[in-house]
Nanobody
Framework: QVQLVESGGGLVQAGGSLTLSCATS????????MAWFRQAPGKEREFVAA????????SYADSVKGRFTITRDNAKNTVYLQINSPKPEDTAVYYC?????????????????WGQGTQVTVSS
């Protein structure tokens, strides 16, 4: 069983920056593909970014490419999402997710484990 706990959300001005963290339990963190998803009010949960076991491969949604960066520290069992130049449309609850597969999945059904989410609000 893997438990995920997000932190770092809050209110940020457009054009600013924010870093989300997702701490995980368990000794097998380095074998999990990790991802971030987000869900805005009235919308479906959508893919943001994913990172491979080693951190050597990443994948991003087109809407965040060039502004967001996903990284991981396997020694700390933590994955991060650096949000640069946020826009009001980035406002959402951000969720961390994990699965013990090999591919950088972009669908919610791929992932077995989810955190509780952290709210990010971008003011204009």
């Amino acid at each position: 069983q893997v438990q995920l706990v997000e932190s770092g959300g809050g209110l940020v001005q457009a054009g600013g920056s924010l870093t989300l963290s997702c701490a995980t339990s368990g000794r097998t963190f380095s074998t999990y593909v990790m991802a971030w998803f987000r869900q805005a009010p009235g919308k479906e949960r959508e893919f943001v970014a994913a990172i491979s076991w080693s951190g050597g491969a990443t994948s991003y949604a087109d809407s965040v490419k060039g502004r967001f960066t996903i990284t991981r520290d396997n020694a700390k069992n933590t994955v991060y999402l650096q949000i640069n130049s946020p826009k009001p449309e980035d406002t959402a609850v951000y969720y961390c997710a994990a699965w013990a597969g090999a591919g950088l999945g972009r669908t919610t059904s791929t992932y077995n484990y989810w955190g509780q989410g952290t709210q990010v609000t971008v003011s204009s």
